[in-house]
T-cell receptor, first 112, second 110 residues
Framework: IAGITQAPTSQILAAGRRMTLRCTQD?????MYWYRQDLGLGLRLIHY???????GKGEVPDGYSVSRANTDDFPLTLASAVPSQTSVYFC???????????FGSGTRLTVV | GEDVEQSLFLSVREGDSSVINCTYT??????LYWYKQEPGAGLQLLTY?????DMKQDQRLTVLLNKKDKHLSLRIADTQTGDSAIYFC??????????FGKGTMLLVSP
């Protein structure tokens, strides 16, 4: 593992199903983030975690939950997927202001 | 609240300079960033500028910051076809969280 790993790379999901997007980093960054990217809307923050054991809501948190049990992992869960959650999801991490974010390669999720 | 705005599209010829502009609204932003996204990939940090700087140069990239007008620009000298991508401007909007613009698609033609 080098940097951030997201899994799966892509997924087609039936509406109403539960889904967890996985994100793992090996850089020991304190902060981690989940964004969704939609055409015409850019990147929007879903949830973030400044350090292990803490999480916070971003701009579009409804329908999503996160946990941060340790420094390396930051899974994003869709409890009951809806078609409007079709998007590309990016996980990112940072070791502090000024360092910028390191992004994963993304998960393309289609909810049908 | 914070909002970052960019033009959506820029087309240039190979060898020309490209200038991508961005405006932001949060005057307390400490750092401003430029990211590049190639097709099917995540965002890659290109460069950033601290808010007390006016200019930063890094090889072919020049970042200009006008804090009074809350205007940020990215100039790419000698633009190459490999520079074709989407470029995102971002500002910090809280404890380490970034707010991104919608992105500018740069198309470089031979």
């Amino acid at each position: 593992i080098a940097g951030i790993t997201q899994a799966p790379t892509s997924q087609i999901l039936a509406a109403g199903r539960r889904m967890t997007l996985r994100c793992t980093q090996d850089m020991r960054h304190n902060a981690m983030y989940w964004y969704r990217q939609d055409l015409g809307l850019g990147l929007r923050l879903i949830h973030y975690s400044n350090t292990a054991g803490t999480t916070g809501k971003g701009e579009v948190p409804d329908g999503y939950s996160v946990s941060r049990a340790n420094t390396d992992d930051f899974p994003l869960t869709l409890a009951s997927a809806v078609p409007s959650q079709t998007s590309v999801y990016f996980c990112a991490s940072s070791d502090g202001l000024g360092a910028g974010y390191t992004f994963g390669s993304g998960t393309r999720l289609t909810v049908v | 609240g914070e909002d970052v705005e960019q033009s959506l599209f820029l087309s240039v010829r190979e060898g020309d300079s490209s200038v991508i502009n961005c405006t932001y609204t949060d005057s307390s932003s400490t750092y401003l960033y430029w990211y590049k996204q190639e097709p099917g990939a995540g965002l890659q940090l290109l460069t950033y500028i601290f808010s007390n700087m006016d200019m930063k140069q890094d090889q072919r990239l020049t970042v200009l910051l006008n804090k009074k007008d809350k205007h940020l620009s990215l100039r790419i000298a000698d633009t190459q076809t490999g520079d074709s991508a989407i470029y995102f401007c971002a500002e910090n909007s809280g404890y380490s969280t970034l707010t991104f613009g919608k992105g500018t698609m740069l198309l470089v033609s031979p």
